[in-house]
């Protein structure tokens, strides 16, 4: 027995309301699956809108008391969590692996990196400032401080199951705000973990109540449609984003949306190439491509477009494709099934419109839901892959400029492709001309930018986008901000 399937075995895998671990209502449960193998991990319990109910009344009442707490209580929590997640890290991380296929080695990334929201918002949580003014005609003084907003709804996507939780955990216990918490249904585990992680970190009973469910419209839709909660922090699609803003409309909640993005990722004339090599291979390769950031649009200048694509190919081709569990794995299993499927369509789709297949392009036979990494060049902008998310390890290349020039035009004409697209999370861009990275920094219509580099996140940055790729920042000075509330009290100078 795996030491991933030892910690399986071990992990609750009922809701947590109240304090207490209990299962659905219904008795419902639904299988959890490595993506690798096929086999199942667990059952975990399968909530439906009755369970919702008991989750989010007991946030609501445990709200006040909540709040009241110091805010160095909070911090210690957080910091404890923190110090539990980085000691048992490779226990998380083969949890991670099994049940959504990144190699272990990503998945230890994803630790540190998701720990650190915790250790972030600790130090965050005793800092809530305020303001005090006085009006303009003395008569009166401004006195500004910061509540906690309420009880929140926190919705996360199954690609990092565990930053996804602690970057909006992390603000919301430093801010005072009970939660509902619904972890997508394909990567349940690692929330569950955490959830037992802050309550051995001495998180109160009812602070985080946690629903998992194979119908997330049923049990989000209950939460959302209530009253109770004051706020939704959602990761996930554009598709969902919309419909909950709608339902946010309802209640007037607070909104914070991480959907998805459409990255343009652009290599000018006179970058360096090794350098916007390993640039993309993060940028396009972190998580098998599957991230809201993935480069999904690589603009390369023609003056550059051989030696880009002969190295990127090189790089792709020499990637060792497997089970993530296993040391020296670097590109582990999508998802599921679904995904690879439509990669596989995105693919023939800009094939058929004229796309080169340079490396990959064959979906491989066996179990497991694989793909090969994939360079396709001389991509057409109107295939499909153009304007989806293509979450997988495909390298999309579109040239751009003329193979001798290097002026102001190519920058225009590279600019209008990039930003043509309703999406707006993030851009990279290569260059060595500073004054070239400032004009496109600033033209770009994005919420973040790698200039030279192919990561932004950290939990120390505001993470989020523009256009449909969504509403507030996540981390940096920002992310608490997200979860409180405004009161000004007026009062005259005696
Ligand atoms: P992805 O492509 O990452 O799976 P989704 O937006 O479908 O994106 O999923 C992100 C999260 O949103 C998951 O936790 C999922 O269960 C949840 N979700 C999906 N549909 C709905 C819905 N109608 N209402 C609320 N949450 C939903």
Not at 339 to 354: E, I, N, P, S
Not at 377 to 385: E, F, I, M, R, Y
């Amino acid at each position: 027995i795996s030491p991933a399937a030892q910690t399986i075995s071990r992990i609750h895998t009922d809701h947590f309301i109240g304090g207490r671990w209990e299962p659905a209502g219904a008795g419902a449960r639904f299988d959890v699956e490595n993506p690798a193998t096929g086999e199942t991990l667990a059952q975990v319990a399968d909530g439906d809108a009755a369970d919702a109910r008991r989750a989010l009344q007991s946030a609501a009442d445990h709200q006040a008391a909540w709040a009241a707490t110091s805010p160095r209580s909070r911090s210690e929590i957080l910091y404890r969590a923190y110090q539990i997640i980085m000691d048992r890290a490779d226990e998380i991380a083969s949890v991670m692996t099994a049940e959504m296929g990144k190699p272990l080695a990503e998945a230890r990334g994803e630790v540190a990196y998701g720990a650190e929201f915790f250790r972030w918002f600790a130090e965050e949580a005793v800092r809530i400032g305020g303001d005090h003014t006085v009006t303009g005609d003395g008569a009166n003084r401004i006195v500004v401080s910061k509540q906690p907003v309420g009880p929140c709804v926190l919705v996360t996507p199954w690609n990092f199951p565990l930053a996804m939780g602690t970057r909006k955990i992390g603000p919301a216990v430093a801010a005072g705000c009970t939660m509902v918490f619904k972890p997508a249904e394909l990567t349940p585990l690692t929330a569950l973990l955490l959830t037992e992680i802050l309550t051995e970190a001495g998180l109160p009973d009812g602070v985080l109540n946690v629903v998992t469910t194979t119908d997330p419209g049923a049990v989000v839709g209950e939460w959302m449609g209530s009253g109770q909660a004051r706020k939704i922090s959602f990761t996930g699609s554009t598709e969902v984003g919309k419909i909950l803003l709608g339902q946010a409309a309802g209640t007037v909640m607070r909104t914070s949306m991480e959907l998805g993005g459409n990255a343009p990722f652009i290599v000018c004339a006179d970058a360096t190439v090794d350098r916007a090599i390993d640039g993309v291979m993060v940028a396009k390769m972190r998580n098998m491509g599957q991230a809201c950031t993935a480069a999904n649009r690589i603009f390369v200048h023609r003056s550059v477009l051989d030696e880009f694509t002969d190295k990127l190919s090189a790089r792709m081709g020499s990637l060792v494709v497997g089970d993530g569990s296993h040391d020296g794995i670097q590109v582990g299993a999508l998802v599921e099934g679904k995904a690879v499927d439509k990669v596989t369509t995105l693919v023939a789709d800009a094939v058929q419109r004229g796309a080169r297949v340079v490396c990959g392009g064959e979906r491989p036979d066996g179990a497991g839901h694989f793909y090969p990494p994939t360079v396709l060049t001389d991509v057409d902008p109107a295939a499909d892959l153009m304007h989806t998310e293509i979450f997988g390890p495909v390298a999309a290349i579109i040239p751009f400029g003329t193979d001798r020039a290097d002026d102001a035009a190519d920058d225009e004409e590279v600019l209008r492709l990039a930003n043509d697209t309703p999406w707006g999370l993030v851009g990279y861009l290569f260059t060595q001309d500073i004054d070239r990275a400032d004009r496109l920094s600033a033209a770009l219509e994005v919420g973040m930018v790698g200039v030279n580099t192919g990561l932004v996140s950290n939990p120390a940055a505001p993470f989020g986008g523009i256009k449909e790729s969504g509403l507030g920042r996540e981390g940096g000075r920002l992310g608490i901000e997200e979860f409180l509330d405004i009161k000004y009290v007026a009062r005259p100078i005696a």
